[in-house]
């Protein structure tokens, strides 16, 4: 996956002369220390929080979490019933100022592949 995403940012950099930025949002969020993200990975409070925030329709069935023994094997690193929709809002106002932070330090001379 990371060498497709590599490699289509770097035949659109070539191609049409264009600057890609890629954010991993687990990421910035742990860099500004938000969230611990050796135990809140995917699906789990923070991810949750902002998919409640955006539309809080798409978040169903948490008590299939309440009762399930074993949520890693369904793709949940975290727990969901932490989530709220005010938390995810902080999120991604967060996520936002940091990505405007990076865009505008960003220069054409310059090429990062950190992922």
Known sequence: MKNSVTN???YLCR???VLIAVFHISRILKD???VDTSVDRHAGMWGTSIIMAIDSGLVK???FYRKCKEPHKYGVIGNPLKALPS???KFIKAIIDYVEKC???LTA????YNM
């Not at 001379?109 to 990062?112: A, G, L």
């Open 8 to 10: 289509a940012c770097n």
């Open 15 to 17: 191609k049409y002369e």
């Open 32 to 34: 500004l220390h938000l």
């Open 61 to 63: 069935n948490l008590n």
């Open 87 to 89: 938390q995810g809002l």
């Open 103 to 105: 865009l505008k330090n």
């Open 109 to 112: 001379s310059k090429c990062y």
